[in-house]
């Protein structure tokens, strides 16, 4: 990571629709202020390849499941787990814990392979995903699976549940924070847009929504199926709080992250520019590997690819 | 004796073409799922006639009885699960209530889905429709058959919803077989004296696999195929229990609510004493596996058929 100049032009790209000048202000470039630094941001880079390397390891081995949606969802969830959010693998229904949904559920793969190696439940698991008999079902099941939150795989639940939790906390006068993860596809369920009005009613501030922006879901292009554009304004509309980032850029997340908890009286919905299928070359922004596991030679590609990206990402560090 | 494998998701996409070219208002909807539920045939011949509706199931159901009102035959497509859970209020008012001719085609129906896991495994479908007045009902059992039954959907008016599994599936019927075949007719597919098998949909092939082993056992079963499951055929099952005196019922669904439930009010309501088992998922949400494992788990493949077949009979 590092590169200050692809970094910046994200930045100014950007920051015509966030606030992102203000906080440059307040906190400097890169500045002492943020809660992190290089090394974290190495640190992180370097597990998301090891997630993503989970992934298609258990999707080769299930024989099905949805490589797509949970390779442009992984940086954003290792950074959710392995720095961000305030949760502890030993006691997962600490009352006082910050909750992450996964809404679309398909991408369940990376989700467990999280939670494994943040030690929620045994590694070895990840092995067994989709068989009978085994505790990761092809979708997230709550309690089921340690550390799982909700049930989805039916696509449109998850903001409501999010609004659920969140309103508890503020009822309760909690600390916690909520995170949600969406689909853009998933974002055409009208339950998305009801829940997204509740959580700007209640100025549920203790709330973030990610959206995985890849601009592709089932049936093609989430503009040809069904026109999304412009979600930044749809969902300032709806009265949030709205960032824009690159969502392979840890350090962008990071930062989205921190400021949307900092930010009071509206929910934050972070938009994540991710593709589809990242990480594994010939998946990326490939509509067909939605919801096709890799056969055995594009299994070995994929993985030779995250060995080469490792051991670049290992030398730099 | 191995048979041809066919789709039964595959005859629905063709069917919907050649339909397509016989009525001019017969259109069609999707919910980001035509690849899979094949409607994608028919959005390649009829773009004009296609409506990719996104990933928005209720807006569908309802848009879909708007269409209807103005003369259309939609034909709507998705999973068995959001076809009917998810949407079931605008099933109700818009289609069930509304008496509108709109057809609900589901796929991916029953456990047999498999690995995707119990949230994807719709098994409350049939009891959900069944339930509805106005709703006919089908649960087809081969490609021959959904050809069949979508053809009846689209020239018989009302509301109706018809699901089938995800899997290939043996054929049982060649098409002039099924000539005569009328809604709320069950057919017999097989003569025999012990004990009845009434199944539905992708179970008709188990019972059938079950029919030869129980053969070897000196048990001769009758195969009914309901493959409407609302109206029910009362006269059929009323001949089954005097004839047979034993009916087994099976299906790809819970056994709350589906076939099971519908023939048991039969037989209860006509005072007919018959002995009777239900067969299929016993009130639980099964879980993600491949569907020959689950099918021995859930106890639904031709073994259990045979097992639970011998147990009734010697109550
Ligand atoms: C209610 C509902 N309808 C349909 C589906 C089937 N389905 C699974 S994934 C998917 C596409 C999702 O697209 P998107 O939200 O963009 O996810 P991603 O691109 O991140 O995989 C669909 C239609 C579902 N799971 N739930
Ligand atoms: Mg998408």
Sequence with gaps: MGNRA??????????????VCFHLLINGWGGTL??????????????????????????????????????????????????????????????????????????APTLYAVL???????????????????????????FHIPGVEASTGSLGHGLSF????????????????????LGDGETDEGQIWEAAAVASHYRLDNL?????????????????????????????????????????????????????????????????????????????????????????????????????????????? | MSKEMVNPRNAYGETLVELGKKHSNLVVLDADLSKSTKTIMFAKKYPERFFEMGIAEANMISAAAGLASCGKIP???????????????????????????????ATHGGISVGKDGASHQMIEDLALMRVLPNMTVFAPSDATQTKKIVQLMAETKGPMYARVGRADAPLIYKTEDLKDMKIGRGLTVK????????????????????????????????????????PIDTDLIIKCAKETGAIL??????????????????????????????LGVNDIFCESGAPADLFEKYKLNAKHIVKTTSALLEQ
């Design chain 2, 191 to 230: 003569d025999g004296d012990d004990i009845s098998i009434i199944a539905c949909g992708t179970m008709v092939n188990h019972v059938l696999d079950a029919r030869e082993k129980l053969l070897k056992d000196g048990i001769s079963a009758r195969i009914i195929d309901m493959h409407t499951i609302k």
């Design chain 1, 208 to 317: 973030t929504a990610l959206l995985d922006r890849n601009f592709l879901q089932i049936d093609g292009n989430t503009e040809d199926v069904l026109r999304l554009e412009s979600v930044y304004d749809r969902w300032s509309s709806f009265g949030w709080h709205v960032r824009e980032i690159d969502g392979h850029d840890i350090d962008q997340i990071l930062d989205a992250l921190q400021m949307a908890d900092d930010h009071k009286n509206q929910p934050t919905m972070i938009i994540l520019n991710t593709v589809k299928g990242k990480g594994v070359s010939f998946m990326e922004n490939n509509v067909d590997f939605h919801g096709v596991p890799p056969n055995e030679m594009e299994y070995k590609l994929a993985m030779s690819e995250f060995d080469m990206l490792l051991r670049k990402l290992e030398e730099a560090s």
């Design chain 1, 34 to 107: 943020k809660p992190y630094d290089e090394e974290v941001i190495k640190k992180l880079d370097i597990i998301a390849v090891k997630i993503r390397r989970h992934v298609i390891e258990m999707l080769y081995r299930a024989k099905s499941g949805h490589p797509g949606g949970s390779l442009s969802a992984v940086d954003a969830i290792v950074a959710l787990y392995f720095h961000h959010m305030n949760d502890n693998p030993k006691k997962p229904e600490d009352p006082d814990r910050d909750r992450f949904i996964l809404s679309k559920g398909h991408a």
């Design chain 2, 75 to 105: 034909f709507v497509s998705t999973f068995a699960v959001f076809a009917t859970g998810r949407v079931y209020d605008q099933i109700r008012m818009d289609v069930a209530y509304s008496n509108a001719n709109v057809k609900i085609f």
């Design chain 1, 6 to 19: 692809d970094f910046y032009t994200n930045y100014f790209y950007i920051k015509k629709h966030s606030g």
């Design chain 1, 116 to 142: 494994a190696e943040c030690g929620y439940f045994d590694v070895k698991e990840l092995k067994r995903l989709r068989e009978i008999n085994s505790i990761l079902q092809g979708h997230p099941v709550s």
């Design chain 2, 249 to 278: 019922t099976a299906e790809e669904h819970s056994v709350i609510g589906g076939l099971g439930s519908a023939v048991a009010e039969i037989l209860a309501e006509k005072g007919l004493t018959c002995r009777f088992k239900r």
């Design chain 1, 162 to 181: 999010a609004n659920g939790i969140a309103l508890a906390g503020k009822a309760d006068k909690k600390k916690y924070n909520v995170y949600v993860m």
